[in-house]
């Protein structure tokens, strides 16, 4: 069981928006940054979002986050196939004292 | 730039010590303020943070982990390490050695900026 909470799969028409959730609560997000991942199998995933809203060098502005309280967001607009992967949400737990990652969720391009 | 390659066994026997290394390529490990760590994605689960150690040879560990962990830097090869003792079949998982930025970009958030692709390990 994740400490943080995402829905198991969302799915959208190409050149759609989704949406993805993470929920957790005063001791993780509520209280600390949230940054968001790609995982594809066999590559190395990826860095999309951190610090809640912020992209690194190079990630488009079709991805974008927000966090209210102690739930974040990760949406996704004008999907392409390409986009087809699992996401992770991830924050610091301070009462756990450890790096927390959600259960992933995964995007289907449909 | 920056790359991160693991590499291990792949196949553990139970009760033994499980050993990775991550190769970092493209800086020195010794380079800035970073904090080199390790993650592992549990079968068909989320993503579990394991640890890291920065290049002042301080290291932090997940507590349901650290009586087992050690986490290591061998400044020499541009290496680091991992080293979980006690394993079991629970350890079953795909392994990433990963990059911490927070102090260098100055952010008080736990950010992963760089990953290696990640390495299976079985544990039968």
């Known amino acids: 069981q994740s400490v943080l909470t995402q829905p198991p799969s969302v799915s959208a028409a190409p050149g759609q928006k989704v949406t993805i959730s993470c929920s957790g609560g005063s001791s993780n997000i509520g209280n600390n940054f949230v940054s968001w991942y790609r995982l594809l199998p066999g590559t190395a995933p990826k860095l999309l979002i951190y610090d809640n809203t912020k992209r690194p060098s190079g990630i488009p502005d079709r991805f974008s986050g927000s966090k209210s309280a102690t739930s974040a967001t990760l949406d996704i607009t004008g999907l392409q196939t390409g986009d087809e992967a699992d996401y992770y949400c991830g924050t610091w737990d301070t009462s756990l004292r450890a790096g927390v990652f959600g259960g992933g969720t995964k995007l289907t391009v449909l | 730039q920056v790359q991160l390659q693991e590499s291990g066994p792949g196949l553990v026997k139970p009760s033994q010590t499980l050993s990775l290394t991550c190769s970092v390529s493209g800086e020195s490990i010794t380079y800035g303020t970073y904090y080199w760590s390790w993650i592992r994605q549990l079968p068909g689960k989320g993503l579990e943070w394991i640890g890291y150690?920065?290049?002042?040879?301080?290291?932090d560990y997940n507590p349901s982990l650290e009586s087992r962990v050690t986490i290591s830097l061998d400044m020499s090869k541009n290496q680091f390490s991992l080293k979980l003792k006690t394993v079991t079949a629970a350890d079953t998982a795909v392994y990433y050695c990963?990059?911490?930025?927070?102090?260098?970009?100055?952010?008080?958030?736990?950010?992963?900026?760089?990953w290696g692709h990640g390495t299976m390990i079985a544990v039968s």
């Open positions: 150690i920065n290049n002042n040879g301080r290291s």
């Open positions: 990963a990059r911490d930025p927070s102090d260098e970009w100055e952010t008080d958030g736990d950010v992963f900026d760089i």
